[in-house]
């Protein structure tokens, strides 16, 4: 059975840090691409980040770039996202989520709540 | 980048009825569509992808289609379960992947 099982998230002050790990099994993790996609109380499905197979192709959407990192470890199933300089509008459920642009599968969420 | 409109906002609808979901793109996705079912509390479901192919598992009551700018999710004969918020996403031309900003099947 495939399963993604975010963590990392907590409550932290506007312009703080926090590193976001989601644990994936069931599936080969190196053979798929993977993403970042949230959700702000109250307001739809926003994409984050994307990383490719071997982490030699990464994209941003433009509110996070230059703050959040994607990164992956193959050899631990674990994807990883790195938030920097964090602002109240990133308060959200961030999910993790496997596809080359369609998402079978997802996790169940990790809740970032930024306070200011 | 592409942007996804959804219509309605909000879907009032009773068991048994038929539900359909509008998501029209800025510009063309060609088929390259897909429909998420996010319920409270959950993860979202892969409904359909590239504009009318069922994910798996998904029961025949759901359908899509459409192509280019304009496409439709229908849901044939409401289930309890399916009153929940809908999403389309474009995988078209990115990045940035987009979503709609959802349609919410409520129960009248």
């Known amino acids: 059975e495939v399963q993604l099982v975010e963590s990392g998230g907590g409550l932290v002050q506007s312009g703080g840090s926090l590193r976001l790990s989601c644990v994936a099994s069931?599936?080969?993790?190196?053979?798929?691409?993977m993403h970042w996609v949230r959700q702000a109380p109250g307001e739809g499905l926003e994409w984050v980040s994307y990383?490719?197979?071997?982490?030699?192709?990464?994209y941003y959407a433009d509110s996070v770039k230059g703050r959040f990192t994607i990164s992956r470890d193959n050899a631990k199933n674990s994807l990883f996202l790195q938030m920097n300089r964090l602002r109240a509008e990133d308060t959200a459920v961030y999910y993790c989520?496997?596809?080359?642009?369609?998402?079978?599968?997802w996790g169940q969420g990790t809740l970032v709540t930024v306070s200011s | 980048e592409i942007v996804l409109t959804q219509s309605p906002a909000t879907l009032s609808l009773s068991p048994g009825e038929r539900a359909t979901l509008s998501c029209r793109a800025s510009?063309?996705?060609?088929?390259?569509l897909a429909w998420y079912q996010h319920r409270p509390g959950q993860a979202p479901r892969l409904l359909i992808y590239?504009?009318?192919n069922r994910a798996t598992g998904i029961p025949t009551r759901f359908s899509g289609s459409g192509s280019g700018t304009d496409f439709t999710l229908t849901i044939s004969s409401l289930e309890p379960e399916d009153f929940a918020v809908y999403y389309c996403?474009?995988?078209?031309?990115?990045?940035?992947?987009?979503f709609g900003g959802g349609t919410k099947v409520e129960i009248k």
């Open positions: 069931g599936f080969a993790f190196s053979s798929y691409s």
């Open positions: 996403q474009q995988r078209s031309n990115w990045p940035p992947l987009t």
């Open positions: 989520a496997r596809g080359n642009g369609n998402y079978e599968y």
């Open positions: 590239d504009a009318s």
């Open positions: 990383i490719t197979l071997s982490s030699t192709t990464v």
């Open positions: 510009q063309s996705v060609n088929n390259y």
